[in-house]
């Protein structure tokens, strides 16, 4: 009967203190958000957004996992190879310009980092719109640049 009591009084403590921190006013903790890691890939000759398979979602769910402080976030580039008016400068303006438009609405913090997973022509035009981009004068494409943390 003893223990039946202090059980009871032990349980009604917890009970009461458990709905004293539920009905508190205190503010919730805040909760920094997480960086985002932004993987982009970018297909070669005559490829397409299928090109990579289910890579896009298997890396985010693998990386998101080894790494939680990181929201991977995934994109394909798409651009229009294969044609006979369009060579390797349209595409790396093409890429430029994609990648404006993407961080125009999705800022760029301090924290975030890029990867760019590329295959053959995609790889030239990704290394060569990096190197326009860190020697050249256009800031947002700088910006952009020195968050790139693979290739």
Known sequence: MKTLLILLLLFTSLSCQSLTKW???EPAQFQPQSAKHYIFTVHGLAGNEATFGSLLPTLKN???????KYEV????FRYATGRMDADVPQFIESFEKFLDEYFKYNRLAKDDKISIVCHSQGGLVTTLWY?????????RQIEIANQVTTI
Do not use: M, N, Q
Not at 131 to 139: N, P, Q, Y
């Open 23 to 25: 009905f508190s006013r």
């Open 62 to 68: 693998h990386l998101e996992y080894a790494d939680p």
């Open 73 to 76: 976030v995934t994109h394909t």
């Open 131 to 139: 190197a326009k981009a860190i020697a050249g004068t256009d800031l």
